[in-house]
């Protein structure tokens, strides 16, 4: 269990890592995806005059497709190839859904650094469970 803790834990830090740096590039240049629109599918999309929040939950689908699948060849790689892909499509579905519910709730009135906060405990330590339920080989976990 401890090793597909650390193998999870690893895979989670380099789709982070990714989602940040591709968020640093969004920042340094807001129009960038506008520029080119085939970076709006990697980055998401800034919307300067303010968006409905469908349009920013599209943006954030946008933003977090890549470092998911990034997170899932990790996992594929560190455990040899054994890493299951409909797991991790699972995973990436509750995550959507988490996502949109933190947004209905930030609609609704809640703080965003409140969403933020409990949005990132909820997706590493709701994602560590899935993790291993689900897209973690079953040798790693006995």
Do not use: C
Request: charged share 10%; proline share 5%.
């Amino acid at each position: 269990m401890k090793k597909s803790l650390l193998t999870y834990t690893a895979s989670f830090f380099v789709g982070f890592f990714i989602w940040f740096g591709l968020a640093v590039i969004e920042a340094v240049n807001p129009f960038l995806p506008w520029q080119y629109p085939i970076l709006g599918l990697f980055t998401g999309w800034s919307y300067p005059g303010g968006a409905p929040a469908e349009l920013h939950f599209l943006s954030h689908v946008a933003e977090t497709w890549f470092p998911f699948l990034a997170a899932y060849l990790t996992a594929n790689l560190l455990t040899k190839r054994q890493a299951r892909f409909f797991g991790a499509l699972v995973l990436y579905v509750v995550f959507l859904v988490w996502s949109l519910g933190l947004l209905v709730l930030a609609e609704l009135g809640l703080s965003i650094n409140t969403a933020f906060i409990v949005g990132f405990l909820g997706t590493m330590f709701g994602g560590a469970f899935i993790y291993l339920k689900i897209v973690s080989p079953k040798h790693l976990v006995d």
